[in-house]
């Protein structure tokens, strides 16, 4: 069973940045697209960014487009999330989650392995 662990989350004042991290338990995240998720109290878990396979494919909501990036190591079988000029709503826990198909969606759907997530709060 491949696990993911993310890290990287904290309290950030808004403006901030913080780093965010996805690590998988086995040698195989090249298999995999990623996405990264949050969700903040009371909402529904929305797809923030997503990568293919190979790194050539990326996305993003809109209300990231410009302060977010998403980028994968296959060799350390790590992706990350760079999350620039924080801002209040940008509060929530981010989740990590692999897609078995070369796609890059920003949907929930056919995720099939998720990470616990990482607490993000900007708050001054």
């Known amino acids: 069973q491949l696990q993911l662990v993310e890290s990287g989350g904290g309290l950030v004042q808004p403006g901030g940045s913080l780093r965010l991290s996805c690590a998988a338990s086995r040698s195989s995240l090249e298999y995999y697209s990623i996405g990264w998720f949050r969700q903040a109290p009371g909402k529904e878990r929305e797809g923030v960014s997503c990568i293919n396979r190979n790194g050539g494919d990326t996305d993003y909501a809109d209300s990231v487009k410009g302060r977010f990036a998403i980028s994968r190591d296959n060799a350390k079988n790590t992706a990350y999330l760079q999350i620039n000029s924080l801002k209040p709503e940008d509060t929530g826990v981010y989740f990590c989650?692999?897609?078995?198909?070369?796609?890059?969606?920003?949907?929930?759907?056919?995720?099939?392995?998720w990470g616990q997530g990482t607490q993000v709060t900007v708050s001054s």
């Open positions: 989650a692999l897609h078995p198909l070369n796609v890059c969606s920003r949907s929930t759907s056919n995720y099939i392995y």
